[in-house]
Nanobody, 127 residues
Framework: QVQLVESGGGLVQAGGSLRLSCAAS????????MGWFRQAPGKEREFVAA????????NYADSGKGRFTISRDNAKNTVYLRMNTLKPDDTAVYYC????????????????????WGQGTQVTVSS
């Protein structure tokens, strides 16, 4: 089992920045593929970004390319999502997810391939 706890959400003005953190416990973090997803009010949950465990490769949804950066610190069992130039459309609950599968870049967008999920952290971007 893996427990995931997100933090770092909050209220920010458009153009601002936030850094989300997701602390993992219960399994060797260094062998987990980690992802961030989000769910806006009235919408389905969608992929945001992911990072592999074997090569640290990253991929992003088009909505976040150039603005969001995912990274991991295996010594701290934590994955981060740095979000810059935030827009009101980024308002959502952001979820951290993990899997022991070594997912390819295309697979990381698939929510059904992640086994563990956090409770989410609210990000609200005001205009």
């Amino acid at each position: 089992q893996v427990q995931l706890v997100e933090s770092g959400g909050g209220l920010v003005q458009a153009g601002g920045s936030l850094r989300l953190s997701c602390a993992a416990s219960g399994r060797t973090f260094s062998s987990l593929t980690m992802g961030w997803f989000r769910q806006a009010p009235g919408k389905e949950r969608e992929f945001v970004a992911a990072i592999g465990w074997s090569d640290y490769s990253t991929n992003y949804a088009d909505s976040g390319k150039g603005r969001f950066t995912i990274s991991r610190d295996n010594a701290k069992n934590t994955v981060y999502l740095r979000m810059n130039t935030l827009k009101p459309d980024d308002t959502a609950v952001y979820y951290c997810a993990a899997t022991s599968r070594n997912l390819g870049l295309g697979q990381r967008r698939r929510q059904d391939l992640y086994d563990y999920w956090g409770q989410g952290t609210q990000v609200t971007v005001s205009s």
